[in-house]
């Protein structure tokens, strides 16, 4: 079988020569070459088997996106052994958690901030701490521990590449599933290799492509454009320096791949805004033409139409005048393939960027089905809509509208949740806990939800619950509600009792005190970061609440509108 070590492995004797990972030091770019990239990525997994893992056995990544992430994870599957990414912003409380679910052998740690959040005496599997960048403490440098290698038969790493099955379990994933806390989704070897290679059929990747790396690599989506598609093609990946110097890295690389999710392509259009409204004169008048020129273009192919003369001359005098130069100033002067996903994206901002000629296809996707399962296609793009299945994908529709797929991209199950696992996986179809439609064209639209899980504009899946019941705990504070759906950042509304009474100033501070104290125990993104106080209690009979006392989510977000749109003001 095929899996993605054997296929990265591959690649280091057929494109020995080509760029494969590309990291920034000291302003400059350093190029690792494919056959660097199979050399260390075997000299890694002789490590792991000199460092006793097994078949199986899991190994932790919390570090930002780097080379030496990716280089872990594939050696771990080239072994045997389940990779297991932490976002890298995580609370040391996070950390302990995952670590102790996973029962995690062996972490990799980017810095000594990240190694200082381990308790490795908390944790009777892990044996061994990775430093990446820092040693500190009782862990191994990352130079040390590729040492470990020396000594370990050759033909040892094959044999583990030999024993991998299918089925077997070749990455795990944390998130929010909608009932709790986050569950591990674990992914086969086929679900990843089905994958990339679905992802590869619809997207015409090939070697000459490039991409650039800087979602956080703990979540499936930027796997598959940082390591499952490139080991399918070979094309080259470059590494941010960080998420906040994005837009700095792009124009060095102008990859012809990239993907973001809503909170980053509305960073690109309010900077593109400020620049372009920021024109005078003539200039002015040519951006604002050549923009409308840009979209009628679409426009017509998205009416599957091919453009006449006179649009494909505008087009071109446009991209000549205006368009060209300012996606080259952002860095997409060569993008060919440009996605948003995770999270559903504002129609109008993705008009104003189809203005400068950067056409985005809506992606829609879960873990529990390995990132993807429908995508907007090139030509008939329809804003609002996730477009139609990923190659090899099928999508239903239960009777309440519930999203269903099947495939080979479906996961295996949650880590240690036979209930999860039974609630999720129903008669063959992954029941995904998204409500959707599906109109005359056949193109998917998400509708709403049935899981009770918070998607923030930056793609994070968050466990609304879990917040809560820590911000109950206080005991003044009846009642607390998180909200942020399809926002850039997670707020709350509580409604405050005991001795404030109607001093409505102290129940906000109060509550702001609380929430501070609660976010120290969640990653930044996970943070609320906005606080405000219900104008009255949750009640059963106004069906805010259940008869159990569950929160009925879309009944107090549809109460309480007003006081919602008052804390993004």
Not at 111 to 138: F, N, P, Q
Not at 490 to 504: N, S, T, W
């Given at each position: 079988m095929q899996t993605i070590p054997h296929l990265v492995l591959a690649n280091a004797q057929r494109l020995r020569d080509e760029p494969a990972l590309l990291r920034r030091v000291d302003g400059c770019w350093h190029t690792a070459t494919w056959g660097d990239y199979g050399a260390s990525v075997r000299q890694a997994a002789e490590a792991l088997i000199a460092s006793g893992i097994e078949a199986g056995d899991r190994v932790a990544i919390i570090s930002y996106n780097t080379p030496e992430w990716v280089i872990f994870d594939v050696a771990a599957m080239a072994v045997g052994a389940v990779p297991v990414g932490i976002y890298y912003s995580s609370s040391a409380e996070?950390?302990?958690?995952?670590?102790?679910?996973?029962?995690?052998?062996?972490?990799?740690?980017?810095?000594?901030?990240?190694?200082?959040?381990?308790?490795?005496?908390?944790?009777?599997?892990?044996?061994?701490?990775?430093?990446?960048?820092?040693?500190?403490?009782?862990?191994?440098?990352?130079?040390?521990?590729?040492?470990?290698?020396?000594?370990?038969?050759?033909?040892?790493?094959?044999?583990?590449?030999?024993?991998?099955?299918?089925?077997?379990?070749?990455?795990?994933?944390?998130?929010?599933?909608?009932?709790?806390?986050?569950?591990?989704?674990?992914?086969?070897?086929?679900?990843?290799?089905?994958?990339?290679?679905?992802?590869?059929?619809?997207?015409?990747?090939?070697?000459?492509?490039?991409?650039?790396?800087?979602?956080?690599?703990?979540?499936?989506?930027?796997?598959i454009f940082t390591i499952l598609a490139p080991a399918q093609v070979g094309y080259s990946v470059a590494f941010a320096q960080s998420l906040g110097r994005v837009r700095v890295d792009l124009p060095d690389i102008q990859p012809t791949i990239f993907f973001g999710v809503p909170l980053v392509w509305k960073g690109f259009e309010r900077a593109a805004r400020k620049q372009i409204d920021g024109l005078d004169g003539y200039k002015r008048k040519i951006a604002f033409w050549s923009m409308a020129a840009a979209r009628r273009n679409l426009a017509t192919r998205n009416e599957g139409r091919t453009p006449g003369l006179i649009r494909r001359a505008e087009t071109a005098i446009a991209r000549r005048l205006f368009t060209d130069r300012a996606k080259t100033a952002m860095g997409f002067s060569r993008t060919k393939a440009v996605y948003s996903g995770a999270a559903s994206a504002d129609p109008e901002g993705l008009a104003y960027l189809a203005g400068l000629d950067i056409p985005i296809r809506q992606v829609y996707g879960l873990s529990e089905a390995t990132g993807p399962s429908s995508v907007t296609r090139d030509g008939a793009d329809r804003y609002g809509t996730v477009g139609y299945p990923m190659p090899g994908v099928e999508i239903s529709l239960a009777d309440d509208g519930e999203i269903l797929i099947r495939g080979r991209s479906v996961f295996s199950g949650y880590l240690d949740d036979e209930k999860a696992t039974l609630r999720a996986l129903r008669g063959g179809w992954l029941h995904t806990g998204d409500l959707g439609t599906i109109g005359q064209d056949n193109q998917l639209t998400i509708s709403g939800r049935k899981k009770d899980i918070v998607i923030t504009t930056g793609g994070k899946n968050v466990c609304p619950r879990a917040l809560e019941v820590l911000l109950l705990e206080d005991s003044v504070i009846v009642d607390a509600v998180v909200v942020g759906d399809?926002?850039?950042?997670?707020?709350?509304?509580?409604?405050?009792?005991?001795?404030?009474?109607?001093?409505?100033d102290a129940a906000l501070g109060h509550a702001q005190s609380v929430v501070k104290s609660v976010n120290q125990r969640f990653a930044r993104a996970e943070q609320i970061r906005r606080v405000g106080l219900l104008s009255r209690p949750l009640s059963f009979e106004s069906g805010e609440r259940s008869e159990s006392g569950d929160i009925h989510r879309m009944v107090v977000i549809d109460h309480f509108a007003d006081e919602i749109e008052d804390l993004y003001r």
């Open positions: 996070e950390i302990a958690d995952m670590l102790e679910r996973s029962r995690a052998r062996i972490v990799l740690a980017e810095t000594a901030a990240h190694i200082e959040k381990i308790d490795s005496a908390a944790h009777s599997s892990l044996g061994l701490i990775i430093g990446v960048d820092d040693a500190t403490g009782d862990a191994l440098s990352w130079s040390s521990f590729l040492e470990r290698a020396e000594g370990v038969d050759a033909g040892a790493v094959d044999m583990r590449l030999a024993a991998i099955r299918p089925e077997d379990p070749g990455t795990m994933i944390f998130t929010a599933a909608g009932h709790g806390n986050t569950v591990g989704v674990v992914l086969t070897h086929d679900n990843l290799f089905f994958t990339s290679l679905s992802s590869i059929e619809l997207s015409g990747a090939c070697l000459s492509d490039s991409t650039l790396s800087y979602l956080p690599l703990s979540h499936i989506a930027e796997q399809g926002r850039d950042q997670l707020g709350v509304l509580v409604a405050v009792g005991g001795e404030f009474g109607d001093d409505r």
